[in-house]
């Protein structure tokens, strides 16, 4: 059995939630929902989708991923081919006018009780806590700087500040037939008993940065306030992105 709490915060009364998630029962795509949660059986599926601001229609690409994933078959395993489907199914509906090129991140998660399957394109993101409260993540960012290092075009270096241009995205979902060869990441883990599961949007890490979202984490708390830690942080750091988060935590 999972306790799952989510919330999404669209950073300004007047800016378009482009984030879209799948809490395990419901889609959410919400300019302030305040933290919720509910519990549900394993297996479930879990996912965050975030609409890339400068493609043409972010908010529809990410609204349709999460639904055609919410779809999925829980009792199957989650693989890279299932979102290979749901890409081509985007393609299918939005290439061609006005919305297409519209693209998404995604992160989605499917958590039975003794291990998780994570799947991610983009820089949405997955972190497992331990029982003790030790932290790892599990997704990938696919961003223009991690595609250089990759290559050895450039040097993995905390201490290098590189422009802004190289946190761009290298991949992600586009309405377009063409953009079949995006990179996916793919990460299993074995979940213990009190176990947590976070996915977010780039508004929860970029807005506080990674140590931070570690820093808060506190095992004894309930999931809701957890999320409305991570949730308050954001908002002290003044909202400055769309943001979604998802976590569950396997009972103990």
Not at 106 to 121: G, H, K, P, Q, Y
Not at 153 to 169: F, H, K, P, S, T
Not at 176 to 188: I, R
Not at 206 to 232: C, F, K, M, N
Request: net charge negative.
């Amino acid at each position: 059995m999972f306790e799952i709490a989510y919330t999404q915060h669209s950073g300004g009364a007047g800016r378009q939630q482009q984030d879209a998630i799948w809490t395990g029962n419901s889609i959410l795509q919400s300019r302030n929902a305040r933290v919720s949660s509910h519990g549900e059986s394993a297996p479930v599926l879990l996912a965050v989708a975030d609409g890339v601001a400068a493609s043409t229609r972010p908010a529809r690409a990410s609204q349709f991923v999460v639904e055609a994933l919410s779809r999925h078959d829980h009792q199957q395993r989650l693989t890279g081919r299932q979102v290979r489907d749901i890409q081509a199914q985007l393609a299918a509906r939005y290439a061609g006018g006005d919305t297409h090129g519209s693209a998404t991140t995604l992160v989605a998660a499917r958590v039975t009780e003794s291990c998780c399957e994570i799947v991610n394109v983009g820089d949405s993101r997955a972190y497992l806590f331990s029982a003790d409260g030790s932290c790892r993540q599990l997704s990938y960012d696919h961003t223009i700087l991690n595609a250089l290092i990759a290559t050895g075009e450039v040097r993995a270096d905390d201490d290098v500040a590189y422009a802004q241009i190289y946190q761009g995205l290298a991949h992600c979902l586009t309405a377009d037939s063409e953009e079949y060869g995006f990179a996916l990441h793919y990460e299993e883990a074995a979940l213990e008993k009190g176990a947590g599961l976070l996915l977010c949007s780039d508004g929860l890490h970029d807005a506080i940065g990674d140590a931070a979202i570690r820093e808060l984490y506190r095992p004894e708390r309930t999931v809701a306030e957890q999320v409305g830690s991570w949730r308050q942080a954001v908002i002290e750091a003044g909202v400055p992105d769309n943001l979604s988060i998802v976590f569950a935590r396997r009972r103990s």
